[in-house]
Structures are given as C-alpha cells and as structure tokens.
C-alpha cells in the first residue's frame, strides 16, 4: 500500500452484478485507488543493496520485441536476442501501461506520479518547462538509499534552467542530450546538444561540451558511457550501489543506424522502412546485451551482489502520427500520442538473480508510475513518504510471486492525448478489461499501421464516408516471398491465386484485374515498398474479396495502390502519384477540441481484455457501466493540476555559443 495517499482514495463503487452477468466478463472491480488491504515490503535478502539498471527505449512498439512477433532474417538473426533472454531469465508484464508521448512517460518514471499531478501531460519542446522542482525524483531517493546516480541519454524534462537538468535533480552525473530527439551521429538538431556533466549540480563552469562525440552512433555512446560507470564503480573504495538510468535515443526518429545493423536485415520479409527500423532496434539490444555481460563479468549478476534490470519503453510506436518511423503496435490501435491501446499499451521487463520465479507473464495492471514506489519500498525497503502523494502501487510482491491478487492497483489512468494529435480523454481502464474514453476520440487518426505500409481506418464513421471496405486485422503473419511484404490485414488465409500474367498498361493479372488509373475521387489500399507492376497485381488479385478491382504501380516511389470504389466521374487522364495528379483521398479525422475541453457526454467503451484492437464500442448498450467508470474518472480528476505552461518570465529559447562560435542547446534563463 502507498504511504501518501489522495483525500477519497477508499471509496469503493459496486457494480450491478446481473449487468455483469448479461456482459458474460469477470466482475469488475471498481476501487477508486486502493483497498485497505496492505503487502509488506518484500526487501532483498543479498547482502548488500542491488545494483539497478533502468533502461528506457524510445517510441517502441508492442509488437517490436521478437519475443512476441518472432521476426527473424533468413539466415535466424533475431530483432531483440538480449530483450529475448532478460524476459526468458526474468517476468515479461503484459498489462504494462506508459503515457501517450515522451516526456510524461518520463515524468511518471521519476516521480511516481500521473501526468495529472505533475501538469506533465504533453512532450515538452524547447520551452520554459520541466517537471517540477518541488518533486521529489527517483534519483533523489536512491540517493537518500545510499546509491550512486548516474543518467545517461535522453533528459527530455527540461533543460531552460540549470535546476532542471539532470544532475539537480538526484543524479551525480549526465552524459546524454536534453532534447526529445537529433541526429544519432552528428547529436544535433538545429544546434548540437550532447553534454557530460560528472558531478553533482554541474552548471556554469562544470558542464562540458563532447564535440569529439560527433560521428560515433548515440546507441554505442550510451552503451560505453554505461560500461565506463560500471568499470569505475569496480575499482572504487566503497563500490556504493549503482543506479543507472540508461535513457536509449533509440529508437526515436529520424531512422538512422550504422549500415552493418541495417545489413543484417536484409535477407527476410522487411520493408525498406522496416530494415532500417530494424537495424536500430538490433543496435540498442546488443548495447544492453553487452551491459549485461558486463554486469556478469564483474560479479554483479549474482545472488550475494545482484543487479536488477528494469526494461521499459515510453510510449507506443508512432505508426502514423508522431514522427513515424516503422515501428508496429499489433493487435492494438493507434499509435504514439493517442490514448488508444497501440500508444500506451507498453512493454517491461524485470531481470535480476533476486527472482526465485522466472520466464513467466505477470498479467496484473502495471503502469510507468509504480516503479518508484516498487523499487524503493518494494525492493530496496526504502521510505517514499517524503515525496508528494504518490500515483504508483508497490508491485514487488506480486511481481516475484506472479500473483496480481497482491497489487493493490486496480486501474489504469491514461490521462488525456498528446496535443500534438488533439486533446482528447481523460481514458481509463480497470482490473477487469473495461475501458472508457471520454471526448469520443484517443487522438489521431486512430489507424492500424501495418508493416507493409498500409493504413487502415481505424475511425468507421470516417471509414465508411470514404466508401472504404472495412478490414479485419489478424494476428498471424502471412507473406508472399514473390512479395517481400508482410499482409497482416483483412481474412485472407489461402495461398496466391496464381501467376501473374500481364504486366503492361492494358494487361491483366490473376482473376482478371486490371491496371487502372489513380483519380480524385477514387478509393485506395495503400501498399509501400513494392517492387514491380507485376507484385502490385498479384495484391490486388488477392484482395478482389476487400473490392479490388484494377491498380496501378507507381515505380517512382514504390508504391502500389489498390483502387476498392471509383469514383462515377473518373476522366481517362488521371494519373497516380505524378505531377499534376491528386493523391489517394485520405480518411478525415475528427475534429480538434480546444485544449481543455472534454465532452463528458461523449463517451467510448471498449473491453481492451477480449477486444484489444478496439473495435467494438460498447457505450450505448451498457449505460450503467459508462456511469460507474465516469464516477471513477471523476474521483481520480478531483486532484488534478493544469498543464504546466511554464516560467512567464524566461526569455524565448535560443542556443548559446562557446569560445569557437559553435551554437548549442544549453539552460537559457
């Protein structure tokens, strides 16, 4: 149980138990917080503190971990060997939650607390914010625990004044950058942002400037400068106990990595798109995987003087919205920025010798706020109560025992969208499955992106004034070698319906399908990555069922589109993709609200339990339900605070200059 708790907190709320029942899903077990049910501490039996490696990926899918979509090379190299073997060493957590974007992920990391209550609720540009200064951060009690702090990576809480970085916030040293993204060799957006700060409250006349740095690939940066802290706690008199918050870049855009890494991936079913992707996934796991050698090599990975490893990424993959970069949220909907289940459904890993049960799922509700509480009072057996209220549940029970009756949490609070697609929400979700979503929308576009490109609505009013055909996403993963591309949509099981016979401009294909001409008005399937005119009519042969009558293949930009509806005053000169030529009609998305503003009345419901893509809306048949969960949202919303807006006196951001009039992002106010 939390030590600091919300005014409220014990109210519990009681469901209709024959509505339950007409529902045919488990009871739903509406506590507001927490039951006065407590679980003591279960603090570690080494002799000594364990070390703690807090690893942090950046805009990484549900679907990315090869532990869950098996994707390989021909030749059986893995996407994710390391994160493979932490999670057959360790607990995979499946009902894991982060927020919608980076930096209120990262705020509920360092303090144990919803975007709600830090007015973290949006990723934070080059502007006069940060997590507050009043927070009490995790580094700052693992400092209080003894630990030595170390940040190494991303920051992304605010850098306008020197009292935001990293190392006034608990850490004793930095080497990372302050922005929420650059370029992974040259560590520059519009100006260079990469600093090694190595000792405490390191400001003016401490911090340093790495221009060396330039040209070496940021995964490989992070990986040694983690290596180099773990030497030197080593050879140290006291060899305090280590904790690392390892904050990857990757795998962030842009899409960049060494083209060894991309090489690797070029034998199998990868899109262009998807092979560089893959290439920076692979690069961030052999960084960890060689961490953890060393871990082991040093004698840290051993019950007398364990490491625990936390693995987590931050927010969805961004597949349509958000800086889309290739990566894949399958089977959940929407992507980063959205408080649809592809941008918040996350992954996390804990490995440790500690664990007396290993290679198993924890299925309980997780979410990126309770590892503080987890690690300090869980643990480590620390205090949390000098901190404000916390928004976290101590897990570490019920993660070693793989038991979620011992969690105390029995929701998830989403909090709302980022504004960057839209200010939508609040949305929550229970133990049970159900989940509400108030201003009738996540954020977004709200699509399924699927790894051969195709975008398919997501929003079925949207849909289907588009004259779209609906789809059906399924979970296996059928590919044409002929193909090269991964068709993971609509119900399509058999095999190719044949060979293609006809590849010229009045040719034919399989089953009598024709190449067309691409007109505004027109409605098209979106396939990327396709080689030739021939592989984009065997497409569209196999998609006749979805409506499919004709294509046409854009060498140009290897595209292929698969026309489903044409429109009735289609002119014989249209042409796709060209100059002159309109682009395939996109699906509207809905309107923007004002920021702030939450249609209460206006409410979506899914169970995410059995129907995780969200497909099927649920409000108008279980009105009871809706007003039990409202009832819910309201109680958490009573202590909100406003979005931070920031210091009203700091001056526009602008970089700074050193000695030689190179310009860099540094604290500005």
Same mark, same amino acid.
């Given at each position: 149980m939390r030590e600091n708790l919300y005014p409220g907190e014990r109210v519990f709320l009681n469901l209709n138990k024959s509505l339950q029942n007409k529902m045919r899903q488990p009871t739903l077990r509406l506590l507001v917080a927490l039951t006065t049910a407590t679980t003591a501490a279960n603090t570690v039996a080494s002799p000594t503190k364990p070390h703690v490696l807090f690893v942090v990926a950046d805009d990484f899918g549900f679907n990315d971990i090869a532990l869950r979509d098996g994707e390989t090379t021909d030749n059986g190299i893995a996407l994710t060997p390391t994160l493979n073997a932490l999670a057959s060493d360790g607990i995979l957590l499946d009902n894991y939650y982060v927020q919608p974007s980076c930096s209120p992920s990262r705020a509920c990391f360092m303090s144990g607390r919803y975007p709600l209550h830090t007015g973290i609720n949006n990723w934070l540009p080059n502007v006069a914010v940060g997590l507050p200064l009043d927070e009490v951060t995790l580094a700052d009690l693992m400092k209080q625990e003894g630990y030595s702090t170390h940040a190494v990576g991303k920051w992304h809480l605010g850098f306008y004044n020197w009292e935001s970085t990293p190392t006034f916030r608990g850490f004793d040293s930095f080497y990372g950058f302050y922005e929420g993204s650059e370029d992974y060799f040259k560590h520059t957006t519009s100006e260079f942002d990469l600093h090694r700060e190595p000792s405490p409250r390191c400001g003016v006349g401490c911090s340093q400037l790495p221009w060396e740095d330039q040209g070496t690939y940021s995964a490989h940066l992070f990986t040694n400068e983690t290596e180099t802290i773990i030497k030197a706690n080593r050879a140290s008199a006291t060899k305090d106990p280590l904790f690392v918050y390892l904050a990857f870049?990757?795998?962030?855009?842009?899409?960049?990595?060494?083209?060894?890494?991309?090489?690797?991936?070029?034998? $199998?079913?990868?899109?262009?798109?998807?092979?560089?992707?893959?290439? !920076?996934?692979?690069? !961030?796991?052999?960084?960890?995987?060689?961490?953890?050698?060393?871990?082991?090599?040093?004698? !840290?990975?051993?019950?007398?003087?364990?490491?625990?490893?936390?693995?987590?990424?931050?927010?969805?993959?961004?597949?349509?919205?958000?800086?889309?970069? $290739?990566?894949?949220?399958?089977?959940?909907?929407?992507?980063? *920025?959205?408080?649809?289940? +592809?941008?918040?459904? +996350?992954?996390?890993?804990?490995?440790?010798?500690?664990?007396?049960?290993?290679?198993?799922?924890?299925?309980?509700?997780?979410?990126?706020?309770?590892?503080?509480?987890?690690?300090?009072?869980?643990?480590? $057996? +620390?205090? %949390?109560?000098?901190?404000?209220?916390?928004?976290?549940?101590?897990?570490?029970?019920?993660?070693?025992?793989?038991?979620?009756?011992?969690?105390?949490?029995?929701?998830?609070?989403?909090?709302?969208?980022?504004?960057?697609?839209?200010?939508?929400?609040?949305?929550?979700?229970?133990?049970?499955?159900?989940?509400?979503?108030?201003?009738?929308?996540?954020?977004?576009?709200?699509?399924?992106?699927?790894?051969?490109? %195709?975008?398919?609505?997501?929003?079925?009013?949207? #849909?289907?004034?588009?004259?779209?055909?609906?789809?059906?996403?399924?979970?296996?993963?059928?590919?044409?070698?002929?193909?090269?591309?991964?068709?993971?949509?609509?119900?399509?099981?058999?095999?190719?319906?044949?060979?293609?016979?006809?590849?010229?401009?009045?040719?034919?294909? %399989?089953?009598?399908?024709?190449?067309?001409? *691409?007109?505004?008005?027109?409605?098209?399937?979106?396939?990327?990555?396709?080689?030739?005119?021939? %592989?984009? *009519?065997?497409?569209?042969?196999?998609?006749?069922?979805?409506?499919?009558?004709?294509?046409?293949?854009?060498?140009?930009?290897?595209?292929?589109?698969?026309?489903?509806? #044409?429109? &009735? &005053?289609?002119?014989?000169?249209c042409d796709c993709g060209h100059s002159g030529a309109l682009p395939p009609p996109t699906p509207p998305s809905p309107p923007t609200p004002k920021p702030g503003h939450h249609n209460s009345s206006k409410v979506l419901l899914y169970n995410v339990e059995t129907d995780s893509a969200e497909k099927v809306e649920m409000s108008a048949a279980h009105q009871d339900v809706v007003a039990q969960l409202l009832a819910l949202v309201s109680v958490h919303q009573k202590t909100g605070v406003p979005q931070a807006t920031g210091n009203a006196s700091c001056t526009a951001a602008k970089p700074s200059t050193d000695n030689q009039g190179r310009k860099y992002w540094g604290p500005w106010c």
């Open positions: 870049q990757s795998v962030h855009a842009p899409a960049q990595a060494p083209q060894f890494y991309i090489d690797k991936f070029s034998q $199998g079913n990868f899109s262009n798109q998807r092979r560089t992707f893959a290439g !920076m996934v692979h690069a !961030m796991d052999e960084g960890l995987g060689n961490i953890t050698a060393l871990l082991k090599a040093e004698g !840290m990975w051993t019950k007398e003087e364990p490491t625990i490893i936390i693995f987590t990424d931050e927010n969805g993959a961004p597949t349509v919205e958000c800086a889309q970069i $290739g990566g894949n949220n399958l089977p959940h909907r929407g992507g980063k *920025c959205s408080i649809f289940e +592809g941008g918040t459904k +996350g992954i996390s890993i804990v490995a440790s010798p500690l664990l007396t049960k290993k290679n198993y799922t924890y299925h309980g509700l997780a979410h990126g706020v309770d590892w503080l509480p987890t690690l300090i009072a869980g643990a480590l $057996g +620390g205090s %949390t109560a000098n901190t404000k209220p916390l928004d976290g549940h101590n897990l570490w029970n019920a993660l070693l025992e793989n038991d979620p009756t011992q969690s105390s949490r029995t929701d998830i609070y989403y909090g709302i969208s980022d504004a960057a697609v839209g200010i939508y929400g609040p949305a929550l979700r229970t133990i049970d499955g159900m989940k509400i979503i108030l201003g009738g929308w996540g954020g977004g576009s709200g699509n399924y992106k699927l790894l051969n490109g %195709t975008i398919v609505p997501g929003n079925p009013a949207a #849909a289907a004034a588009a004259g779209a055909v609906p789809l059906t996403i399924v979970s296996e993963t059928t590919y044409s070698a002929e193909a090269s591309l991964l068709l993971e949509m609509h119900e399509y099981t058999g095999a190719w319906a044949g060979a293609v016979t006809g590849t010229g401009a009045s040719g034919q294909c %399989t089953l009598n399908v024709t190449v067309g001409k *691409c007109c505004p008005g027109d409605v098209y399937m979106v396939v990327k990555d396709v080689k030739d005119t021939a %592989t984009c *009519c065997a497409l569209c042969s196999a998609h006749t069922a979805q409506g499919c009558t004709s294509f046409t293949m854009n060498k140009g930009q290897s595209t292929c589109y698969l026309k489903t509806r #044409a429109a &009735s &005053s289609n002119s014989g000169d």
